[in-house]
């Protein structure tokens, strides 16, 4: 049967349609794939259950907010990316949560341990941050083609985040990313301790940037380490590249990330750096990332108590 010319999509607006999909998939392409599966030495970090509430202190599970982050398109070639990819851009927040339990008994002396880190993309909903299902989200203002597939983009992307150590106390997570440094899109590892005080239960994280060598090796950026605090609340500025585009398409190349989260930044110490740069963490070598940390933290302790 002939269908009527009035209701087909004219050849324009298809392009104009697949094209928009295409760079709504490609915004949040940040990473390099090739550790999407996991390997021997690092496990893909747990998804958060949809309908999680991102901030409650007084739940069993994800009682601990890390970090919240919304992305912006805001630097270099931004006019190459339509509006409406933009204006969507911002409406889900990624975050990482955590679980934290006291394992004492009544009377004893606290002792909290971090069991689990698991991150998700959130929106409000009745008010209150909460994660939703990147495949499956709820309608809502700006929930169409290009919000769903924009979301489904962010949620793929969660599969590269990896947990490379962990004990009672502390996990490190790296994840691969596009960062905007020597005028151009470099490919870098983000790298995430945290770290829960056993004694309060309160949460920090500290992130570095790592690049891989020719010969494989991990090595630090000169960026410094950041001590962020629990609950850190980032608006990550996105940097476009027009001349990663292909025939108006952007390639997974286009989107890099400007700074690390907001925080402190600690000194590069060179036992740091050796330590920092491990392809993995064992029971024995995480507890020395701790202690590397906890020597760059000592001069901010000392200033703090220099204002007291």
Not at 146 to 169: K, M
């Amino acid at each position: 049967m002939n269908m009527p010319h009035s209701i087909l999509p004219s050849s324009r607006s298809c392009w104009d349609s697949t094209r928009l999909l295409m760079i709504a998939v490609a915004v949040f392409c940040l990473s390099d794939s090739g550790w999407a599966e996991g390997t021997a030495t690092s496990k893909i970090l747990t998804r958060v259950s949809p309908g999680t509430v991102v901030v409650d202190s007084a739940a069993a599970r994800w009682n601990r907010s890390i970090y919240v982050a919304v992305s912006r398109i805001t630097n270099g070639s931004v006019d190459s990316v339509p509006m409406m990819i933009r204006k969507r851009v911002p409406l889900f927040t990624l975050a990482l949560l955590a679980t934290v339990s006291n394992q004492s008994q009544e009377g004893e002396v606290p002792n909290f341990e971090l069991r689990e880190v698991g991150a998700g993309y959130a929106i409000p909903l009745e008010g209150q941050l909460t994660i939703i299902s990147t495949d499956n989200p709820p309608a809502v203002e700006g929930m169409d083609m290009i919000g769903r597939q924009v979301l489904a983009a962010n949620g793929r992307h969660l599969s590269e985040l990896r947990c490379i150590g962990a004990t009672d106390t502390m996990q490190v997570i790296d994840v691969d990313a596009l960062f905007f440094r020597e005028e151009q899109h470099l490919p870098m590892i983000m790298r995430h301790f945290i770290w829960v005080e056993a004694s309060t239960g309160r949460c920090a994280t500290c992130v570095w940037l790592l690049k891989r060598q020719a010969d494989g090796s991990l090595h630090p950026t000169p960026d410094p380490p950041r001590w962020l605090p629990e609950g850190t609340r980032d608006e990550r500025a996105i940097h476009v590249d027009a001349s990663e585009f292909f025939l108006g398409m952007p390639t997974q190349d286009a989107f890099a990330l400007m700074n690390l989260p907001p925080g402190t930044d600690l000194a590069w110490s060179p036992g740091l750096r050796q330590i920092a740069s491990a392809d993995r963490y064992h029971a024995d070598s995480l507890p020395q990332l701790a202690v590397a940390i906890n020597q760059a933290l000592a001069p901010l302790r000392t200033e703090q108590k220099a204002l007291r």
